[in-house]
């Protein structure tokens, strides 16, 4: 199973783009590679997902390189209402339910 | 209401207690889930349900004892649990298996005494 490995914190400023990466070593040919983001007392909820490359949506992109054994969930122009934890999650894309989610990032947005 | 549902916010009990935990989906999704999370910890994933059948069971202890009546609802019975147990208890919902968008509950904040 891909184990996967992210920051336990950063710190940015509003205006600023921000870059979390996620390491996933061991990351198999039918994993996808998924982001979502906390804020306290809610759940998770789904910022972007992707396979290999680039892709974009309206509040972020997510980075992943050819080996894939990495990926980089990127904000652009952050502000205070970012502040959060982001989690990276690999599953695979059978039915199998190999969900493995790493510990969290918690971004904190500087004025 | 819309999205998922969780019942109640909040759950204070001792370690002899008997109570569950209910989330409920307003989605149209076929699948749903316990998770488990602890602080500084990744999320746990407990248990799935898909089509109302339980399809992953991932070692969780006995005292934790999940129950689907119909693709809407989701319980999580708690009995005998153990003051480790305390935690923030998610359910999320997604359309099909594997790497759908899972859609998450506010959660139930559970301690025990």
């Known amino acids: 199973l891909a184990k996967t490995t992210q920051p336990i914190s950063m710190d940015s400023y509003e205006g600023q783009e921000v870059n979390i990466t996620c390491s996933h070593n061991n990351i198999a040919t039918n994993d996808y590679i998924t982001w979502y983001q906390q804020f306290p007392s809610q759940g998770p909820r789904f910022i972007i997902q992707g396979y290999k490359t680039k892709v974009t949506n309206e509040v972020a992109s997510l980075f992943i390189p050819a080996d894939r054994k990495s990926s980089t969930l990127s904000l652009p122009r952050v502000s205070l209402s970012d502040t959060a934890v982001y989690y990276c999650l690999v599953v695979g894309a059978g039915s199998n339910y190999q969900l493995i989610w790493g510990a969290g990032t918690k971004l904190i947005i500087k004025p | 209401e819309t999205g998922v549902t969780q019942t109640p916010r909040h759950l204070v009990m001792g370690m002899t207690n008997k109570k569950s935990l209910k989330c409920e989906q307003h989605l149209g999704h076929n699948a749903m889930y316990w998770y488990k999370q602890s602080a500084k910890k990744p999320l746990e994933l407990m248990f799935v349900?898909?089509?109302?059948?339980?399809?992953e069971n991932n070692s969780v202890p006995s005292r934790f004892s999940p129950e689907c009546p119909n693709s809407s609802h989701l319980f999580l019975h708690l009995h005998t649990l153990q003051p480790e147990d305390s935690a923030l208890y998610l359910c999320?919902?997604?359309?099909?298996?594997?790497?759908?968008?899972?859609?998450f509950g506010p959660g139930t904040r559970l301690l025990v005494l």
């Open positions: 349900y898909s089509l109302e059948e339980r399809v």
């Open positions: 999320a919902s997604s359309q099909g298996q594997g790497a759908e968008t899972q859609y």
